[in-house]
């Protein structure tokens, strides 16, 4: 891959300091990005998904996800790539702030303040405690769970370019299609035990 999935320690797993963006998602693809620094978005759940046993194949890392149609198994002793579940996102995304927010807002997000049509190049704003990039604003991020129990929906979490800044919250989760690919929806890597 030309460009590398860096990752920081957060808690006894790893996390993508930038969501992957469409350098990333094109390398693996043989596809050229049109905006290489731009989270890659309009990506469902299970093209995610895809993506993370993609990268783990290619770092000869054994796969964390396995298929039999749209069902997806985690296997989660793999050592390869992977969703963060949403109690780990919320734990990387707070870097041990108890607030809405890790910083202020207009330093830390890009969000409908900014008047912005499209997400901007990963790495804009100011990073939290972890060295974690754009957690709240510029895109969603796909989670691994469910948005309810038995709901086909999965997770995402941390507002977009296009939300007020009373949406781009710590805690603001929504679900979504998890075939679905949104202009606003983007996700980022994990690797390591489970919480």
Known sequence: MSEDLELARVDGFELGVFAVTEEQLGALL???AQHPRRPAVRVSWLRAI???NAASEWEALDAAYS???EDVT?????DGYRLPTEREWELACRAGSTGAHYGPIAEIAWTSADGLGTPQDV???LPNLFGLFDMLGNVWEWCWDEFDIGDR???IRGGGFADDRQL???TTRRGADPRSGQRDVGFRVARGPLD
């Not at 985690?74 to 793999?78: F, G, L, T």
């Open 30 to 32: 043989g596809e050229t």
């Open 50 to 52: 895809r993506f993370c």
């Open 67 to 69: 298929f039999d149609g």
């Open 74 to 78: 985690w296997h989660r002793d793999a």
């Open 123 to 125: 790495g804009g704003r």
């Open 153 to 155: 929906r999965r997770v």
């Open 168 to 170: 781009v919250r710590a």
